[in-house]
């Protein structure tokens, strides 16, 4: 497998801070979509490389051992036990020395020796690094979402790393939320098992709803004439039409809550959140003579009171 440098690949330094990798990804993640460049071998190639440079700069303990091992980064946690200094065993390879197993430090004589070369390699201190299992780079991925989508549970079909998948999404999913396809990022070299997927969900709000959390919040225009002397009317849900009752005199910015007609509870079958309207009063327009009459007569009983 090719070195990759990370840095590179993001089109970023060494100095990067968290948010400058991840405003970074997010926009060549974009470029290189395999959706936006089917057929091109060259942006799948992109696209998999700023994956795989994300995945590992974007966590702040994968990017030190990066930083310190570069490409041996995922054996940092045996380099340290067993003592071995990069910079220390770059300045004798510099120096023609040669490389021995002693050059990590400590004692490997006897099993331990083996130990600790199976565990990097996959076999014993004899087997070259192309046997060892390599678990598949992490893939990070965007999906859009209406908020209607995200009412109800569906499946739908995603383009990752030029592969077609096919996911159910489960009702209730929020803006921002981060849910994990396990096997489907990259495939794991020599027989090592798949990555997995982390798919966060951008919903765009296009309703008349305000969500928060699992609760619904919307404005219900109420006319006048129902505002004083009460009636019904009918409020939109994401389940249908609802009629409810309005008490006379009702006031402009009365709050009502339709308990259970909110948004549904991530992973909870049938648990709703509640939906809160409030009234806002509609004054009519292009009043007849009659109409203006009427109205006259009823200031004047006002004023007369």
Do not use: C
């Not at 405003?23 to 060549?28: D, G």
């Not at 070369?117 to 192309?130: E, I, L, Q, V």
């Not at 505002?227 to 009629?243: Q, S």
């Not at 806002?280 to 004023?303: D, G, W, Y």
């Amino acid at each position: 497998m090719d070195y990759i440098d990370y840095y590179k690949a993001l089109e970023i330094t060494k100095a990067a801070t968290e948010a400058e990798i991840k405003k970074a990804y997010r926009k060549l993640a974009r470029k290189y979509h395999p959706d936006l460049n089917p057929n091109d071998k060259e942006a799948e190639k992109k696209f998999k490389e700023i994956n795989e440079a994300n995945e590992v700069l974007s966590n702040p303990e994968n990017r030190k051992k990066y930083d310190k091992y570069g490409k041996d980064w995922k054996h940092a946690d045996e380099f340290e036990k067993a003592g071995y200094n990069p910079n220390q065993q770059q300045s004798r390879q510099q120096q023609g020395g040669s490389q021995s197993y002693s050059d990590f430090g400590g004692d490997f004589s006897g099993s331990d020796f083996s130990d600790f070369f199976n565990s990097m390699y996959g076999s014993t201190g004899r087997s070259s690094r192309s046997q060892a299992k390599y678990r598949g780079q992490d893939f990070n991925a965007e999906l859009q979402l209406d908020l209607e989508s995200a009412y109800t549970t569906h499946k739908q079909n995603l383009t990752v790393n030029g592969k077609n998948i096919r996911i159910t999404i489960p009702a209730g999913v929020e803006n921002g939320q981060i849910i994990k396809i396990p096997n489907h990022g990259a495939p794991g070299a020599n027989g090592g098992p798949n990555g997995d997927l982390y798919l966060t969900f951008l919903i765009d709000n296009n309703s008349d709803f305000k969500r928060e959390g699992n609760n619904l919040y919307a404005d219900v225009d109420l006319d006048l004439y129902t505002a004083i002397l009460g009636g019904e009317t009918h409020v939109n849900t994401f389940d249908g039409k609802v009629k409810i009752k309005v008490a006379p005199e009702t006031q402009p910015g009365t709050k009502v809550k339709l308990k259970g007609k909110g948004f549904p509870v991530y992973k909870k079958d049938n648990q709703f959140g509640d939906l809160y309207i409030t009234y806002t009063l509609k004054i009519p327009t292009q009043l007849s003579a009659k109409e203006k009459e009427l109205f006259q007569e009823l200031a004047k009983l006002r004023n007369h009171e």
